[in-house]
C-alpha cells in the first residue's frame, strides 16, 4: 500500500525503517518536518551513513581512503585489508584488497577529474551485489559532497522508489537554487507533473532558475562552464526537464535568457532554440539527413498531412520526432507543435506526448499525453494547430 501523502518524510522514512526491522540509533522527535532524506539517516541511522567531499582525488592511492570511508558504514559487513591502488588520473585506476580471504579487484574510469567517479559506485555495489544483501544508496546533496547510505537492497529499492524524486515543482527549483546539482536529482521516480508542472507561483523549472540569482562563477561542472551554465548544460544533456516549456505568465526560457547577465548562457540558449527548418516532403525523405519515422509517428501523419504540408519541419528531428512550426527557421517553443513518443527502460513504446505552445499567450499551451490507440484526437489538435484555430476553441 502506497503511503499516505499527508505524512511527513520523517514519518514515512520511519515508518519504513520498522516494516523492514532496520534499528535506528538515533530519535524521529527531534526531526524538523522539512527535512530532507539525508538529514533524516545523518540523525537516525548515522552508523549507515557516509558524507564525503566528491572532489578528494588526487591521485589513484586517494581511493583507499574512499574504500576504507564507504566500508566503516556497513557494520562489518564488508571489510577489506591489504587495499592497494593502481593505475594513473585520466585513465583506468586497479583497486585490489582482500575480503572473506580471498582477493578481488575494483576497476574504475578515472577521466581525470578530481572527482570520485561514478564508476566506483558502479564497480562497487557490482561487487556486493554477488556477495552481500546490502549496497549503497546514493543521496542528494546541495553541494559538492557525496552521500551515501548503506541499507539492504530491498529497503534501498523502496526509498529509492517512493522517496528520491521530489514530490513537487518548488522542491527542484529549491534544491537547484541551494547550489544542488540537478544530475543528484532522481528524474527516474520525479513524476512527469513535478517536471512539466509549475510552482507556487506559477514559474517552470527552467524560468524560475533564469529568474534567481544562480551564480556565474566557474562551479563543480567540467568543460570550464561557469555555474549557471552548468546547470542549464545539464538540463540539456541528460533530464527530462522541458526547455522550451513558458511560465504562466507567457515568459520561455529563450526570452527569459535575451536579458540574462551570463553570456555563456544567453548563446546557450540561442543555440538549442534555434531551428533550421525543412519541407514536409524532406523530412519524410531518407538522405535529406533524416531518418525514418517511428511507424507510431507515421500513423498520425498520414491522418494530417495535408495541413503538414504548409508547416516548416525541424530538420534536427531525424525521425525521433515531429516538430514543425507555421514560421521558417522558427525559435523552438515559440509557436511549434511537437509529437515525441514515450518509452520505457526496454524501449518500448508506450504513449505520445503533444507539446503545443504559442509563446508569450498565458494558457496557449497543450503539455498532454495520449495512449497509442488515440491517433484520431493528436491528429485533430494538430490540424487546428496547422489552421490557425486551435486556440480559438480552447479560449
Not at 558524507?51 to 556497513?74: K, W
Not at 511507424?295 to 514543425?324: C, N, R, W
Request: aromatic content about 10%.
Amino acid at each position: 500500500m502506497a503511503l499516505r501523502k499527508s505524512m511527513s518524510l520523517s514519518n514515512q522514512i520511519e515508518r519504513t525503517l520498522k516494516k523492514n526491522k532496520i534499528s535506528f540509533t538515533g530519535s524521529f522527535r527531534d526531526i524538523s518536518t522539512e527535512s530532507g532524506l539525508l538529514e533524516i539517516l545523518k540523525n537516525v541511522i548515522p552508523e549507515r551513513t557516509l558524507e564525503i567531499d566528491g572532489e578528494c582525488i588526487d591521485s589513484p592511492e586517494c581511493y583507499i581512503d574512499v574504500l576504507e570511508s564507504h566500508a566503516a558504514i556497513t557494520r562489518g559487513e564488508f571489510n577489506p585489508n591489504n587495499i592497494t591502488a593502481e593505475g594513473e588520473i585520466g585513465s583506468t585506476i586497479v583497486l585490489s584488497f582482500d575480503d572473506a580471504d580471498k582477493k578481488h579487484k575494483l576497476k574504475i574510469e578515472q577521466n581525470g577529474s578530481p572527482w570520485i567517479s561514478e564508476g566506483f559506485y558502479e564497480a562497487i555495489n557490482r561487487y556486493l551485489d554477488k556477495s552481500r544483501k546490502s549496497s549503497y544508496l546514493d543521496l542528494p546533496t546541495t553541494d559538492q559532497g557525496i552521500a551515501v547510505v548503506y541499507l539492504p537492497k530491498k529497503v534501498a529499492k523502496s526509498i529509492t522508489k517512493q522517496y528520491m524524486g521530489p514530490r513537487a515543482t518548488d522542491e527542484v527549483i529549491n534544491f537547484i537554487q541551494q547550489g544542488g546539482c540537478p544530475s543528484k536529482i532522481n528524474w527516474r521516480y520525479t513524476s512527469t507533473k513535478v517536471i512539466d508542472g509549475y510552482s507556487s507561483s506559477g514559474e517552470t523549472i527552467a524560468t524560475a532558475l533564469l529568474k534567481s540569482d544562480l551564480p556565474d562563477y566557474p562551479g563543480v561542472y567540467s568543460s570550464g562552464y561557469s555555474y549557471v551554465e552548468g546547470v542549464f548544460e545539464t538540463f540539456t544533456e541528460s533530464t527530462p526537464v522541458n526547455m522550451l516549456l513558458q511560465n504562466s505568465s507567457g515568459e520561455t526560457p529563450y526570452k527569459l535568457s535575451r536579458n540574462h547577465k551570463s553570456n555563456g548562457l544567453k548563446k546557450h540558449l540561442e543555440f538549442i532554440c534555434h531551428a533550421k527548418t525543412i519541407s514536409l516532403e524532406d523530412a519524410l525523405t531518407p538522405g535529406m539527413g533524416c531518418f525514418d519515422f517511428d511507424v507510431a509517428l507515421q500513423a498520425v501523419i498520414e491522418k494530417t498531412k495535408p495541413q503538414l504540408e504548409s508547416m516548416h519541419f525541424d530538420e534536427d528531428a531525424y525521425g525521433a520526432y515531429l516538430a514543425f512550426s507555421p514560421q521558417e527557421d522558427f525559435i523552438r517553443g515559440e509557436n511549434q507543435a511537437i509529437l515525441s513518443l514515450n518509452r520505457d527502460n526496454e524501449g518500448n513504446i508506450h504513449s505520445y506526448k503533444l507539446f503545443i505552445q504559442e509563446a508569450g499567450s498565458p494558457g496557449k499551451t497543450i503539455f498532454e499525453e495520449f495512449p497509442l490507440d488515440e491517433t484520431d484526437s493528436i491528429a485533430e489538435l494538430l490540424s487546428k494547430f496547422c489552421k490557425g484555430e486551435l486556440w480559438e476553441d480552447r479560449a
